[in-house]
């Protein structure tokens, strides 16, 4: 007996299993990677042993599979050589928790499957398998799948027991501007797409318009978020065709709006509070818009859940600022409704998410962002944090997507008795730029995506130069007995201090002739160069371009030209003029 036993384990592991009480026509169970779909019962079940030797990471990532089987139900399984039964047992699921149990031929605790789902969700791995007693097999890792083997129907590699599929939501997030650019982002659906981070593509993408995070996909649970990056040279247009391919499977089409800089558009921020299912309460949306007077606006939000109203007015301020203010009664649902949409004075915004969550769910909500740092610069970065269902308590941050040189100072948050807190972020040597895709996860809730925004960096602008003093020798002239040049002559020019000459900065001086005593709107008497000094010839003293008595002015522009200084972003140039020098001409 102990023979057959060890034989019928050797079978196991070289994966020649079968269904209980069911058919042996459904094919072959010498295809390592060919199972079979279809309804899953406890009469129906085929398991598949992949491989029974110890398995690198690798190969244990590339044969798990994605099963459902309901919690707390077993499933009866046997092998076979040609029919001839050998033990048979159960698969139990309790929870996150499967084990396989001999029904017999196998006795004692040490020769019971033990596997977990990981990932939180219906993917059995079996990670330890003890042998029986005298067997020579050594512990192994082992992968099985559950499927319906009637149906004959093969599911393919990593396709969890059906067809990969793509669908990608209605843009979100704040409008984008033709010459401001941003991101825009979509909620990305999948089913039977394992976790992980993909490389993909969108066809039809506009030029200036770019696939951001690295141009790849998160799926996580069957969800994800694809951001597309919109440079500032990207042209207005309406882009209907735009598709999505992730792991070989390509969605419908879905729309990219680049608006018009000149045309109302409206944003629509992430859910600040909770709405809680059967309960009156509100939450609140930040509002973002551009073109439209500020003024208290009635709206209108398209696509509301039951039980969900829009509260009063949004006033939108100087700034194109509002707040928009969603009511819940006893008829609301749990329910995530992520195709929103506001429209205040003709313009509509971008979808937006609504989650209205069962009574004693844990929420976290994150507000706006408070305070500024600049590009390279250090400092810190305050969100209010609202949650429900979390006790008081200083609890450990997870973020995700921050940006580079963005940090949770501390690591922790505080959370009040109210539910309330504040998260701090630090910021060391961040580049510029908006990052819209921000979570943070807190006692095991996750917020929403929230936005974290790194200033540019004040622009230097070329400091201006001591202009000096202009001098004019001689300051009178007599054309009828006076004879020779008069000359003007500047002194004390110099760069601003702190500046060193060279190829970086520039001291330029332009010369000028006015009519009256002001130090603008005077002709140039030579392009702007080095030279100090300025000759009026005789000639230009006796008929020509003074030929009448009377004052004449003077004065010079001295420019610090920065052109060649990279410590200057903003402006190149400053200039500051010199007062004016008097030449009284007379005897014409």
Sequence with gaps: MKKIIKLGFILLAAGLLFVACGDDDGGSSN??????????????????LIKSTAVSSTEASAMTRRITLASNDYYRVFWSDDGDTISAGRVTVTGNNVVFTPLDGWGGADKVFNGVFRDGGRQLAMTSVRPMEGSDIGAFVATFRFGDRRTGVRVPQGSGGGAKTVAVGPQTGNAIIAGTGGDATYTVTTANIANAAYPVTVANLPTGVTIGNSGQVTINNNAGTLTLTVATTAAIAVIDNLTLTIDGVTSAAFTLTIADPAAKTVSVGTQVGTLTAGT????????????????????????RPTGVTVQGQVTIDTDGKGTLTLAGNASTTPAVTNDLTLTIAGATSPAFTLEIVAAGTKTVSVGSQSGTVIAGATGNLTFSVTTSNIAANTYPVTPANLPSGVTVSGGNIVIAADGTGTLTLAVAGAAEGSTSTVTIAIDGATSGQFTVTIAAAALVDAAKPTPGTLAISPDTYDVSSDSGAVTLTLSGAELPAGVSGGSTSVLKIEFFRNTTNTTSGGTSLAAPGATTTFTISESDLKGGTYGDDGPFYFYAEVTNDATGNSAVTGNKTAYDSTPTATLTISGN
């Design 280 to 303: 009156a309460d509100t939450v609140t949306f930040p509002v973002t818009t551009t073109n439209i007077e500020d003024d208290d606006y009635t709206v209108t939000v398209q696509n």
């Design 31 to 48: 295809d390592t990677y060919s199972l079979y779909t279809g309804t899953v019962s406890s009469r129906n079940i085929s398991v598949e």
